[in-house]
């Protein structure tokens, strides 16, 4: 009788071990999956901060690329938040895009990988240039290589408006608030009007507001 329970406790303490071995060795794989996703995260936002010029417009259409097209990591609908939420809050939008995405994937750690791999490139370059060439901006070459690199970033601006345009909801107020915004837009460059973007986003996102609020209470009469 007693060998039999001793034959019983070692199976169930060998079948213990080999639970515990095995669930060691899944969090060791999930661990080494996360690390190497962390890495290619920071090595993807860090190529996006080092041939980016022009700021977060033009780093949009890569971003589309890399997350949406490429990684599947985004949905469109989520890339298109992800814009919205980092235009409409305080920093620069390149840094707020990168943070959101990076706590998107993998929370603090991930937005704190994801802001370090976008800031970096830029970091280090302007190090670089202070350090070896205090008046760049005076050599012949360097002014003839901007002008290539400001025609490049205007395209990469109008190539992400198309981007966004595709995600658009289509409705009788997404093509009011878009003809307001481009005119008043005009007006404001053109007559140099000292008033700032940040309105005619509040007007957007209180007058979409409205409408949806009412469309839900339409809906509900509706199905009364």
Not at 14 to 34: A, E, H, P, T, V
């Amino acid at each position: 009788m007693s060998y039999k329970n001793n034959n019983h406790y070692n199976q169930r303490n060998s079948n213990n071990y080999g639970q515990q071995r095995n669930n060691f060795s899944n969090r060791n794989n999930n661990m080494k999956d996360k690390i190497k996703n962390l890495f290619i995260l920071f090595l993807t936002m860090f190529k996006i901060g080092l041939f980016t010029f022009g700021g977060g417009y033009a780093m949009i259409t890569l971003l589309k690329r890399e997350f949406t097209e490429k990684k599947d990591w985004l949905t469109d609908d989520e890339m298109l938040a992800m814009i919205t939420i980092a235009e409409s809050t305080p920093g620069p939008i390149a840094i707020n895009m990168s943070t959101f995405i990076g706590f998107k994937l993998y929370k603090v750690l991930g937005a704190f990988i994801a802001t370090l791999g976008v800031v970096l490139p830029s970091f280090l370059v302007i190090v670089i240039i202070s350090m070896f060439l205090r008046n760049i901006m005076d050599y012949e070459i360097v002014k003839n290589a901007f002008v290539g690199i400001n025609c490049a970033v205007s395209i990469l601006i109008g190539r992400a408006f198309f981007v966004l345009k595709k995600g658009l909801k289509k409705n009788i107020v997404s093509y009011i608030l878009f003809t307001f915004s481009l005119i008043s837009t005009f007006f404001i460059i053109f007559f140099n009007l000292n008033i700032s973007t940040i309105y005619l986003i509040l007007v957007g996102c209180f007058t979409s507001l409205i409408y949806h609020i009412v469309l839900v209470k339409l809906n509900k009469e509706v199905k009364k």
